[in-house]
């Protein structure tokens, strides 16, 4: 725009430059000015918002109290409440707009490209994960499944790819290094060569896998969107331990057909394994609460801040903008290698574009079902969630303030739950324990409650059991990842070879032994002066009401669960069973 500046003459055609000019200009000067005054607005309303939680929690101001303070409701309850209630009624009004997809038609000339990220796979998974995606309903769909490691003990996998896909329908590659690591003995020239080999082969072949050198999902990923490049119009992700509904890919289209302004999408992601274990069992009901209220949630003011890698889909256009940018993602001075998939979706939101879910498209996939491995997961996604939340906080005012809200919320409830336990867990008063865990229980059971009237079934009343592993294993884990949030060195393992590895117990020890030791000292100071009669009572009657649900809820997973499951266990992985 620069040849404004200077007329060649004084006819009206270059007036009629330079007045362009000038308002190109001011909407410019206009745009910045109400983006700084975004930006100030929604630090101010983030800082407000925790500075009030941090100010009511210490204050510890009570609007109603019995006349010993055995019970008592104050404005951080209220706050927790309305929060609950809140998320609840915007997720129940998603779950309607989401309706609507029914009867909306599907641009079936759109070309999608399914990219899948495989790693020492269960070889009955890989399969069941094959098969789903040849079921697909929409047409002509593109396969890339690309290996992370290219050794002889990884053949299986392109073996099980050429047998579901079929040996003459598709195609197979292996490399000796990957887009960023050159193989043995191998010169930049040869490397640039084999690059643009297999970057052929994925635009020629409908179905193709790669083996490749070993270097991480990121990496894996990486070379499905390079070697796809602008050829197709949006592409989807998956992991080798998923299957997916028939209609997943035609209802992801059909909601980045409806509004060009969203950027990406995700789908419900259900627990395919979920009668292998009480672990599996639990991760099944706590993954549809999340997905179908804390996202659906999200979804309502388009922010869902994590597009999960088993399903999702993104717009090829906006994937190579910030591809590269995603790729070389640092932290504190070393490269990122987890948290792949929630960044990606942090790279959409950045650019101001909007991200979706839709309960519409469906998938299955394995989730731990062994505990020290299931810690391990989550320390490894809360290490990634504290690291993303930082790089989010940078678009909060590109996007509704839901977004800005419940970062502050998420972000900093895990630190008040451990000052309000270590509290009173030291105040030297057994009825203060047991009030916080009938207390931890009783939400546990109204957020159960609500997920019970929007799903429509009962089973989600053993939300509440989640809580136990929350409250012991999940909050200290929370804190041990941000302690080590730059140590990447340890995760979960591939599910042919499963691999102990015991450093998820340290956080979990120590809790306990503080738990614990705040126990003796509550037993120490209550046995020094006696009991009165008030408080024998109503200490008669919590520890009743909580050795009653123990009962009541260990007696239906026993009967429902576990033996519903010996029968269900053969039958879970058909999608249109569980689905």
């Known amino acids: 725009m620069h040849y404004l500046w200077y007329p060649v003459c004084n006819k009206c055609g270059t007036r009629v430059a330079n007045q362009v000019y000038h308002m190109i200009a001011s909407q410019m ?44 409701f104050g404005p951080y309850g209220a706050f927790l409440a309305l929060h609950i209630l809140i998320q609840n009624l915007f997720a129940f009004l998603e779950h309607r707009k989401m309706k609507k997809y029914v009867n909306i038609p599907v641009d079936l000339n759109r070309t999608v490209a399914l990219c899948i990220a495989a790693y020492q796979e269960d070889p009955d998974y890989l399969r069941k994960c094959l098969q789903s995606v040849k079921r697909l309903t929409y047409p002509g769909i593109k396969v890339v499944m690309v290996i992370d490691g290219n050794s002889e003990d990884d053949l299986y996998m392109m073996d099980i790819f050429s047998e579901v896909m079929g040996r003459d329908q598709s195609a197979t590659y292996i490399w000796k290094n990957n887009y960023h690591a050159k193989g043995p003995g191998e010169t930049d020239e040869s490397h640039k060569e084999t690059s643009l080999h297999v970057t052929q082969l994925v635009l020629s072949n409908k179905s193709i896998c790669i083996m490749q050198k070993w ?45 060009h302004k969203v950027g990406g999408v995700g789908g419900d992601v259900k627990i395919l394994n979920k009668y292998d274990s009480w672990i599996s069992f639990l991760s099944s009901v706590r993954y549809w609460m999340a997905f179908n209220i804390e996202r659906a949630c999200q979804s309502y003011f388009g922010c869902v801040q994590c597009i999960s890698g088993p399903l999702g889909m993104y717009r090829n256009s906006l994937l190579h903008e910030f591809v590269e940018d995603w790729y070389n993602q640092e932290f504190m001075g070393s490269q990122c290698s987890f948290g792949d998939d929630r960044h990606l979706t942090n790279r959409v939101l950045s650019l101001g574009y909007a991200t979706k879910y839709t309960a519409r498209s469906k998938c299955l996939t394995e989730t731990p079902k062994e505990y020290l491995r ?185 009967v429902f669960v576990k033996r519903c499951g010996r029968w269900k266990k053969k039958e879970q992985y058909d999608m249109m069973l569980d689905v």
């Open 215 to 259: 270097g991480g999902k990121r990496e894996v990923m990486y070379t499905a969107f390079r070697a796809l490049g602008q050829s197709v119009d949006y592409v989807q992700v998956c992991d080798s331990d998923t299957m997916l509904d028939p209609a997943a890919t035609v209802e992801m289209v059909k909601v980045l057909e409806v509004d």
């Open 374 to 558: 299931w810690l391990n997961q989550q320390t490894r996604w809360s290490k990634s969630y504290f690291r993303e939340w930082l790089y989010n906080a940078l678009w909060f005012h590109k996007h509704h303030l839901w977004m800005t809200y419940e970062a502050v919320i998420t972000g900093f409830f895990p630190f008040f739950l451990i000052a309000t336990v270590i509290r009173f867990f030291y105040r030297g008063n057994i009825w203060n324990i047991l009030l916080l865990l009938l207390t931890i229980k009783l939400v546990a059971l109204i957020k159960s409650s609500f997920a019970i009237c929007l799903r429509r079934n009962i089973v989600m009343v053993f939300m509440s059991f989640y809580s136990v592993l929350y409250m012991s294993s999940l909050l200290p884990a929370k804190i041990f990842a941000i302690v080590t949030i730059n140590k990447a060195g340890w995760g979960t393992s591939g599910r042919k070879k499963i691999v102990a590895n015991f450093v998820g117990l340290i956080p979990v020890s120590v809790w306990s032994i503080i738990l614990l030791g705040g126990l003796i000292f509550t037993i120490y100071e209550e046995v020094r002066k006696p009991f009165s009669e008030s408080k024998k009572k109503v200490l008669i009657i919590a520890l009743s009401i909580y050795a009653c649900y123990w009962v009541v809820f260990l007696l239906l997973y026993v």
């Open 29 to 72: 000067h206009c745009e910045s000015f109400l983006s700084i005054l975004r930006i100030f607005g929604t630090t101010l309303f983030g800082v407000s918002l925790l500075t009030g939680m941090i100010v009511s929690y210490v204050i510890g101001y009570q609007f109603i109290h019995t006349d010993d303070y055995y019970l008592s």
